[in-house]
C-alpha cells in the first residue's frame, strides 16, 4: 500500500476512535446529569415534605393553645353558672366561646391527621379524646380532675412537640 493510503486509514481510524470517545464522554455526562438532577430532586421533595411537616407542628402548637385558652374560657362559664344554679353542666356556652372551640377542635382534628410521626399524631389523638371527655364531664369535680389530666398532658405533648420541631430545621 501507498503512503497516502496509510494516511487516509490513519485518519479515518483516528477520527472514529476521537468519535467514539466524545459519544462516550457524552453518555457519560449525560447519565452523570441526570442521577445529579434526580438527586436534586428528591432532596427538593424531602425539604418541601419537611417544610409542610415543620408548618403543620407550628399551626398545630397554636392551635393547642388556643384550645387549652378555650377550655379554661369555657371552665370559668360553667363555674359561674353552677354558681348560680348550683347545678352542673346546665348551662350553655356563650356563642363565642361555643363557637371558637367548637371550630379549634375542627382545625385539630385536621391538622392532627396531617402529622407524620405516628407517635406524636396519637398522643394528639388522646389529647383531643381528653378533651371529649372533659366536654361532657357529669360533674364539677369530674370536670376539674379531667381538666389538671388535661393540662398535665398538653405540657409534656408541648415538650414533645417542640423536641420534634427543633429536628426538622
Request: proline share 1%; aromatic share 6%.
Amino acid at each position: 500500500m501507498n503512503p497516502e493510503s496509510w494516511g487516509f486509514i490513519g485518519t479515518l481510524f483516528g477520527a472514529i476512535v476521537g468519535a467514539g470517545s466524545s459519544i462516550i464522554t457524552t453518555l457519560i455526562n449525560s447519565k452523570n446529569a441526570i442521577r445529579i438532577q434526580n438527586e436534586i430532586d428528591k432532596n427538593n421533595r424531602e425539604e418541601r415534605f419537611r417544610e409542610f411537616q415543620r408548618n403543620n407542628l407550628l399551626k398545630l402548637q397554636d392551635k393547642l393553645s388556643e384550645v387549652i385558652r378555650l377550655i379554661a374560657r369555657a371552665d370559668l362559664e360553667d363555674i359561674k353558672h353552677f354558681k348560680n344554679t348550683k347545678e352542673w353542666g346546665t348551662g350553655m356556652l356563650s356563642p363565642e366561646v361555643d363557637n371558637e372551640l367548637g371550630m379549634g377542635i375542627r382545625q385539630l382534628s385536621i391538622m392532627t391527621e396531617r402529622i407524620d410521626n405516628s407517635e406524636l399524631r396519637e398522643d394528639v389523638i388522646k389529647l383531643s379524646a381528653q378533651i371529649g371527655k372533659w366536654m361532657i364531664g357529669k360533674t364539677n369535680e369530674e370536670s376539674l380532675a379531667i381538666s389538671i389530666t388535661l393540662l398535665e398532658n398538653f405540657d409534656e405533648l408541648m415538650k414533645k412537640l417542640g423536641t420534634i420541631l427543633r429536628a426538622t430545621y
